[in-house]
């Protein structure tokens, strides 16, 4: 069966310093990859897709990054983080239905 | 672009009485419509989804939603709610046959009342 797997949980960073998230999947090749923000009274905004190894379109103009390194691994990062960078960050991987999302248990960034 | 719309960012509502929790799209194209639930400290899963055909679908757990072309609705209502359906919903939508990119509404918290 698929998994997918976010880590750190929980994540606490001063202003201006760095940002790496990560997720992976198992269980599936080549899957649709996305990352989503939720911010309070934001609801759920979508930041980063991917099709593929490398190919990454961004939703949302604004100082993070995302890569896929590999088919089922795809990172979330930033230089320097915002305090409107704080938020609930979500990797999802599609299934085969349409619209068929497969959430991670989440990463809560808090930017002090 | 696609836009989903839903108005009320909460909804109270005593145990065993309906709900409705409204949904409102945008878009030229034909789309998908989705709702997803958010459980108190867990993921999102999908509750139910239209891609064609009847026009009213069912989730396992007494939810439904009918889309409606004219008025760009998909509405979800439950006759009668229960305490375990505390939750956030969130209405989604994706291009037809294009639907690489899925864009969520802010959501509604549904608080249920004892």
């Known amino acids: 069966s698929q998994t997918i797997h976010q880590w750190p949980a929980t994540l606490v960073q001063p202003v201006g310093s760095p940002l790496s998230l990560e997720c992976t999947v198992e269980?599936?090749?080549?899957?649709?990859l996305y990352w989503y923000r939720q911010a309070a009274g934001r609801g759920l905004q979508l930041l980063f897709y991917s099709v593929g190894i490398g190919q990454i379109s961004s939703e949302v103009p604004q100082n993070l990054s995302a890569s896929r390194p590999q088919d089922r691994q795809f990172i979330l990062s930033s230089k320097k983080l915002l305090l409107s960078d704080s938020g609930f960050y979500l990797c999802a991987w599609k299934g085969g239905f349409p619209g068929e999302l497969f959430f991670g248990e989440g990463s809560r960034l808090t930017v002090l | 672009a696609q836009s989903v719309t839903q108005l009320d960012s909460q909804v109270p509502v005593f145990e065993e009485a309906p709900v409705e929790l409204r949904c409102n799209y945008s878009s030229s194209v034909s789309v998908y419509l989705f709702w997803y639930v958010q459980y108190p400290n867990q993921g999102l899963q999908l509750l139910l989804k239209?891609?064609?055909?009847?026009?009213l679908v069912e989730s396992i757990n007494g939810f439904e939603a009918e889309f409606n072309k004219s008025q760009t609705s998909f509405h979800l209502r439950k006759p009668s709610v229960h305490i375990s359906d505390t939750a956030e919903y969130f209405c989604?939508?994706?291009?037809?046959?294009?639907?690489?990119?899925?864009?969520f509404g802010k959501g509604t918290r549904l608080h249920i009342l004892p």
């Open positions: 269980g599936t090749s080549n899957p649709n």
């Open positions: 989604a939508v994706s291009v037809r046959n294009r639907d690489d990119k899925i864009i």
């Open positions: 239209y891609l064609s055909g009847s026009t």
